[in-house]
């Protein structure tokens, strides 16, 4: 039997903390976004409910050690409604609306689930590194199938974020009222992190035509001023563009040290803005992610709220 020293007993004491300091650390970065399924409208007569809308993702930046799910439900059978089964096709693309990783269909009886991963260290190489991908789950009308996203750590599997879905955003015509922009809420950046405002053309679908997206992008303080840099952009159908607001933007206020700007946090809005009219129609889908510049990793995901079509 072999004996230990106080040193070396010491040090495997010591290492077992940093561990679990590693793994509390990553509890604590777990973003709390509502889950998410498509939207259902209930159908009279005793029939199928009929999804009014395809549930789709914006983008979503992963980091290296980090892996991307697509999950899939079968809903259970509900009093007065036949079992329905639910037929998905997932698939990954990236910002270019590039096919990407794996790919699968998927027949399911209520009830029954699936899943799809992409792992980014099959595109990352090192820690630092960051790629923006989007989920995609078609899904085949009259199929309710419940969709949702997770980013999770490779190393203790804990989930960081629940990516909800993306309301698709349209533009008013020429005789409707607007609903409003599609506002985002104000987010907190500090030193060492990036606030990333990205928008997808709304992709095609079985049910849908595809609409090309044409938005304007910036940031706006607590004070409504525009920060940092602004930007437009024409996408075509499963295009997608980005645009980065770097802390170091806003946090001025005592000077350029790094030790004094440490632990100062300034509260921003990403800003969406579509054209008041258009001869063809527009279908943008936004959202907005702060990551940290040292590791990639998202620490916060939010979607602008507003008209699903």
Do not use: H
């Not at 970065?29 to 498509?38: E, G, K, N, W, Y």
């Amino acid at each position: 039997m072999k004996r230990f020293s106080i040193q070396v007993l010491l040090r495997l004491c010591s290492a077992g903390k940093n561990l679990l300091r590693a793994a509390l650390a990553a509890v604590v970065t777990v973003a709390m976004v509502l889950q998410t399924s498509p939207v259902v409208i209930q159908a009279q007569g005793g029939t199928s409910p009929t999804l009014a809308v395809p549930p789709n993702f914006g983008l979503v930046g992963l980091a290296f050690n980090q892996s991307l799910r697509i999950n899939v439900v079968g809903p259970a059978t509900q009093p007065g409604f036949p079992p329905s089964p639910c037929a998905a096709a997932l698939s990954f693309l990236d910002a270019n609306g590039n096919p990407v990783g794996p790919s699968r269909s998927v027949n399911l009886d209520p009830g029954q689930s699936a899943a799809l991963d992409l792992n980014a260290n099959t595109l990352l190489k090192q820690l630092g590194q960051r790629v923006e991908l989007r989920p995609v789950a078609i899904t085949y009308p009259p199929n309710p199938c419940i969709v949702s996203a997770e980013v999770f750590d490779n190393f203790t599997a804990f989930s960081i974020l629940v990516v909800p879905a993306t309301p698709v955003v349209v533009p008013p015509g020429p005789t409707e009222i607007a609903p409003g922009p599609p506002n985002f809420g104000m987010q907190g950046l500090v030193l060492g992190q990036v606030l990333r405002l990205s928008v997808v053309a709304y992709p095609p679908s079985p049910a849908f035509p595809p609409d090309p997206c044409v938005a304007s992008l910036a940031f706006a303080d607590r004070s409504g001023n525009t920060v940092g840099p602004a930007t437009t952009v024409s996408l075509n159908p499963g295009q997608s563009a980005s645009l980065d607001l770097n802390s170091s933007t806003v946090i001025t206020n005592l000077g350029t040290s790094s030790f004094a700007l440490f632990g100062q946090r300034a509260e921003v809005r990403p800003v969406v803005t579509l054209p008041p009219t258009s001869a063809t129609p527009i279908a943008c889908q936004a959202s907005a992610e702060v990551f940290d510049t040292f590791t990639g990793r998202t620490w916060s995901y939010a979607v602008a709220p507003g008209p699903a079509e």
